[in-house]
């Protein structure tokens, strides 16, 4: 009987984490801190890149300098 309640409360538990709820909205895709034209910029840059070497990553834990 102590493991039907288990099971039970566990099930309820799990219910409750996957329930949507209500104030959850769609993500939000814009972003105000993030400069369209120059994303743009940037994803041209690398697409066009003539090399790899150019456009490795050189930011935060990449253990990488910037490129000159």
Do not use: Y
């Not at 994803?43 to 050189?58: G, K, T, Y």
Request: aromatic share 6%; glycine share 8%.
């Amino acid at each position: 009987m102590a493991v039907i309640g288990i099971i039970a409360v566990l099930l309820i538990v799990l219910v409750w984490f996957l329930w949507p709820s209500n104030d959850a909205g769609p993500a939000r895709r814009e972003r105000p801190d993030v400069d369209a034209a120059e994303l743009e910029a940037a994803e041209r840059d690398v697409q066009e890149a003539a090399d790899e070497e150019s456009v490795r990553d050189w930011g935060p834990g990449s253990g990488q300098k910037p490129l000159p």
